[in-house]
DNA sequence: TCCATTTCTTAACATAGGTCAATAACCAGC
DNA sequence: GCTGGTTATTGACCTATGTTAAGAAATGGA
């Protein structure tokens, strides 16, 4: 299973099989099932997870009680909980899995010590890293500019695969909108395809 | 001028001073006039700057010819191109300076370079990172759930000087509002705070 | 000091998207 | 194959925020 995982560092940097040796034995494998609450808002995390397989996900609950989804993370996506792994503090977020999940869990600290052994490591962090706030900077370019039938068809462009992965109404919940309003957006979407 | 910028480096690391002249001769300092513009939306920037002095800010610009603040980048933090840096890609976004600024002008793979003579710059880089992203899913966050009042009053809470700095309308655009808008909500809130 | 420009406020009106409620379609477990 | 619980759709109505327009206030350069 961690084989995955070498393939994925191997497409991304110059890697040996030795010395993913050297830096593999901190690693584990976890998996989840379906519906599996990983951690609740308020407990500390200090967990990496890359997903190998299946879907997970992170999102807050307001004082109305609704849902917000902050990420998707599925196969060969990041995830993991800042608050814990910068401070030592508590959660804002839940993660769960959407799906039955695959996935390695790092040591938070586990890209700098690895990058030790094996320096190239450290692009490959930085270039994640980067890579990460730049989708998100590009989503919230999204929220603030775009209407929520721009926003779905970005969604949709963007990650054809999670659209029929994911209910509607956890589409509508990481768009910023209610189920019922993607309900007629769609609606609206057929209809103008339709009339083409 | 660097002087401030080893300060900086060594609050948040141990670095020595002899380290800090190892690798401090790529960088340079650059000055912007207020209203400068220093990145346009299509040209390709592999630069990131570490503001010293002044306040810079990067935005888009949405099909009606309206402006989207992505971030605000006041002293101590950092701004940079993404698409550029990690692809040499055109920039969606704009960068100009709001205040006149001075700025560490620092080539896109310094932090990783500079890891490699002294180690410690690695958990510096990577905290940085990990607490920009961290910023942004409270933000994203924010996006998806709050009110127009909710969100103003966050905001003059984590940047208190910031919104005595920018001229309203920014602050407005950078909450994904209009000027009039925040205009009401500031009513609203004098109106309440004073019927207490 | 004055003028031009930018910023802020206010009001009347418009609209995208939210709310609530009912129903239909779908599905998972027995 | 039922059955209870999700998920999706639809309609009537509501509300937060946007739009347009005007004027007031603040600001900054000559």
Redesign the interface.
């Known amino acids: 299973m961690l084989g995955l995982f070498k393939d994925y560092l191997q497409k991304k940097v110059a890697l040996t099989d030795e010395q993913f040796g050297l830096i593999s034995d901190k690693l584990k494998i976890r998996e989840f099932d379906k519906g599996e609450m990983i951690l609740m808002k308020g407990e500390v995390s200090s967990h990496v997870y890359f997903i190998l397989e299946g879907l997970l996900r992170?999102y807050?609950i307001?004082s109305k009680g609704?849902t917000?989804?902050?990420?998707f993370a599925p196969e060969q996506w990041w995830l993991s909980e800042?608050?814990g792994?910068?401070f030592n503090e508590e959660s804002?977020?839940f993660l769960d899995a959407i799906e039955a999940t695959k996935a390695v869990v790092l040591p938070k600290d586990f890209?700098?010590e690895a990058?030790?052994v094996v320096?190239c490591i450290?692009?490959l962090?930085?270039?994640m890293?980067?890579?990460?706030?730049?989708f998100?900077?590009?989503?919230?370019?999204m929220?603030?500019?775009?209407t929520a039938e721009e926003r779905y068809l970005d969604f949709i462009k963007l990650y054809p695969n999670l659209t029929l992965r994911v209910p509607q109404w956890m589409i509508a919940?990481y768009l910023?909108i209610t189920p019922e309003s993607l309900s007629r957006v769609r609606k609206d979407l057929a209809h103008k395809h339709f009339k083409k």
């Open positions: 992170s807050s307001d609704k917000h989804i902050i990420q800042r608050n792994i910068l804002e977020f890209m700098n990058a030790k320096p450290n692009d962090n930085s270039k890293l980067n890579n990460a706030i730049r998100m900077q590009k989503r919230i370019n929220l603030l500019s775009a919940s910023g």
